[in-house]
């Protein structure tokens, strides 16, 4: 070619550079990224993830080991990249660790939860090496009671309560309520997608949500991500259930009510959710108050474990969560903690409404498991959230009394109501809700189908030293069609006296260790025959004794109370131990708690209409309970939540 000759461009004479090179001839650098939480704390890499680079080339990272040997390996390498825009994509492990942020020197990004899981990360890798921190929340904490474990898997972990002294230095605790399954997580929505089925002869595409593979552990909006979906997505797909969908809930509006504004996730704060066996079935609730207790037991040593790490504790219950935590505190404060938890709330608790008296004799329950007189003590304030609209804990009217005379004189009750609960799905919260509520009903002995009151959790619990009563086909016995009348009564008499025994002789073993481990901070041995008692530190010989004589009296009745039970904290508040209304019922003692602050009352009636309203609250509950009840008057006043 001639140097007049025509070319079909026109030349530059600038120099090569960086950006007007080929993407084959472009500088590399590299990548080196660090991870920690929303505190600045180191978290591990387990799995690096990837880069795409500007060469569409996907590079895996590098783990580096700590520079010292006991830290942890919170950085990754990615070399080679070439220099440019880049995308990181992460695996989303460890579980539950939710990215919310990236800072470089120049910039600051920050996420929702799951936003990134698609897409990945957009960065800048620049000559030499370019630095990054990912933030991440920590992991959610659950603390499992509801199977058999050691006892350290009951208490936080190091790094666990090192979160909490770092957060502002308090934890907060929630203790679900009955009938609570433990549930899982729910999951990322990742998009829509279509399935070529068949509807006859013509092909039907059907649009369904596709997901992530990775749980989702903080709150999602149903609604605003079902307005660009063809199908309405369900609340438990994407929030979970059982526990875990309580978890979600609850700490993310105990975070807005703090003043997290939904956008910027770096000051949300985990909370420690309790899951407890509660679950027993629609009808036995009795079991699930003996469950509660012991899963009460079991939550002492980590309240004890929080206060000697000078951390504050506050807790929220909900429905028969109450009596996890009132046994908890009842045993502390039964060997001398004084104030050790700032605040406990009794959301709707399904308690006794004298439950929190200092007076055990005020006890009406014929087993001795109604009050706890000692709780008080280990609570600078405890508050009662309570409501008239609460269906299933109340109401008693007067029409329930004379319902209650009739079943307690073996009075067939009407035939519409026994044909509501035959026909019930839910029998506890449908058909005895519509005989005026379910929680004063608990101890109702018929119809037999239910299954409920106190006869199918004692012959459980005593099934070793059955039968226990005289009525033909009450227990069911592999002698009884052998056994004469004479036999039988004599069979009933020694197993009673072989149980007083059993119950004395545990009593005794039980009753050293019992206040040594709790002295000590650790697990407390749980009862096996005098269970219904272990909202108590320890049972001595002689209170073992009168259990078993009021156990008898129960049984001897057909486990049929002389008495119902007090109704409800949850429903009545304090209106008939402390109230105006108040006469021979009346408690000086939870008076002059209430005069004094201890104890506060807090009706909802005006915006909670339902058990567990609070869970998806609506707009009322969340401004005057969650907001202004809860965050304000009390946990931002008097203690603190997280680092707000």
């Known amino acids: 070619m001639t140097a007049n000759a ?11 550079g960086e950006h007007g090179a080929p993407v084959c001839r472009r500088q590399t650098a590299d990548l080196l990224l660090q991870r920690t939480d929303n505190l600045g704390r180191p978290l591990a890499f387990t799995d690096a993830g990837t880069v795409m680079d500007m060469a569409a080339k996907s590079v895996s990272g590098t783990i580096l080991d700590g520079p010292e040997p006991d830290q942890i390996a919170h950085q990754a390498r990615f070399e ?4 440019g825009e880049v995308r990181w994509h992460w695996s989303e492990k460890p579980e539950g660790e939710h990215l919310i942020g990236i800072n470089t020197v120049s910039e600051k990004l920050r996420f929702i939860p799951g936003e990134t899981l698609e897409d990945g990360v957009e960065l800048d890798v620049i000559a030499r090496e370019r630095k990054a921190t990912a933030i991440h929340l920590p992991a959610p904490m659950v603390i499992n009671l509801r199977e058999e474990s050691l006892p350290d898997d009951d208490l936080l972990t190091a790094r666990q309560l090192n979160y909490f002294k770092a957060n502002g230095n308090n934890a907060l605790l929630f203790v679900h309520g009955y009938n609570v399954p433990h549930g899982d997580w729910g999951r990322f929505l990742k998009g829509e ?82 899951s407890w066996p509660g679950d027993t ?19 002492a040593p980590l309240l004890q474990q929080l206060h000697s790490a000078g951390i504050a504790i506050n807790i929220i219950t909900h429905s028969l969560g109450a009596r996890v935590a009132l046994t908890a505190l009842n045993l502390l404060g039964n060997i001398g903690y004084r104030d050790l938890v700032d605040h406990l709330f009794l959301w709707q608790p399904a308690v006794a409404d004298n439950a929190l008296t200092n007076q055990a004799s005020r ?32 109401p008693e009217e007067a029409s329930d009394k004379d319902w209650w005379s009739r079943i307690v004189r073996r009075v067939s009750p009407l035939a519409t109501a026994t044909w509501q609960i035959a026909t019930s799905e839910d029998p506890m919260d449908d058909a005895l809700g519509y005989l005026h509520g379910a929680y004063d009903k608990k101890w109702w002995t018929f119809p037999s189908f239910l299954d409920n009151g106190f006869g199918p959790a004692m012959e459980k619990l005593y099934a070793g030293y059955l039968p226990l009563t005289l009525e033909p086909g009450s227990v069911a016995h592999p002698q009884r069609s052998a056994s004469s009348a004479a036999s039988l009564q004599q069979t009933v008499a020694d197993n009673w006296a072989r149980l007083e025994q059993d119950a004395i002789a545990e009593a005794r073993a039980l009753w050293q260790p019992c206040m040594d481990c709790l002295r000590n901070g650790t697990r407390p041995p749980q009862y096996r025959l005098l269970v219904p008692l272990g909202h108590r530190a320890s049972i001595s010989p002689n209170l073992a004794q009168d259990y078993i004589r009021h156990l008898r009296k129960l049984a001897l009745n057909g486990w049929r109370p002389e008495r ?14 402390a109230g105006d209304e108040a006469s021979s ?51 931002l006043a008097n203690s603190r939540f997280g680092r707000y």
Do not use: C
């Open 281 to 299: 079935g629609s009808t036995d609730f009795m079991q699930a108050e003996l469950n509660a207790m012991a899963a009460g037991r079991r939550l």
């Open 80 to 83: 080679r990249l070439t220099i």
């Open 564 to 577: 119902p039970p007090r109704p409800a904290l949850g429903y009545v508040g304090f209106d008939e131990v």
């Open 6 to 16: 025509t070319l079909p461009f026109s030349p530059s004479s600038a120099p090569l």
């Open 363 to 394: 006890d009406v329950h014929p087993l001795g498991l109604g009050v706890f007189p000692e709780a008080h003590g280990a609570a600078r304030r405890i508050v009662v959230l309570h409501s008239k609209g609460d269906g299933i804990l109340g």
């Open 585 to 635: 019922t009346f408690d000086p003692f939870i008076a002059d708690m209430l005069d004094h602050g201890a104890f506060a009352d807090v009706n909802q009636s005006r915006w909670l209409f339902s058990h567990s309203g609070m869970r998806i609250p609506s707009d009322e509950v969340f401004a005057e309970v969650y907001r202004k009840e809860i965050m304000e008057n009390h946990l």
């Open 193 to 274: 997608g279509r399935s070529q089925n068949y509807h006859g002869n013509t092909r039907s595409f059907r649009r369904h949500p596709v997901w992530h593979l990775y749980k989702a552990t903080v709150w999602q909006d149903a609604d605003a991500l079902s307005e660009s979906l063809f199908t309405p997505l369900e609340d438990d797909q994407l929030n979970g259930n059982g526990l875990h969908n309580w978890a979600v809930h609850m700490e993310y509006r105990l975070n807005r009510a703090a003043g997290f504004d939904g956008k910027d996730w770096m000051p949300y704060s985990r909370i420690i959710n309790v």
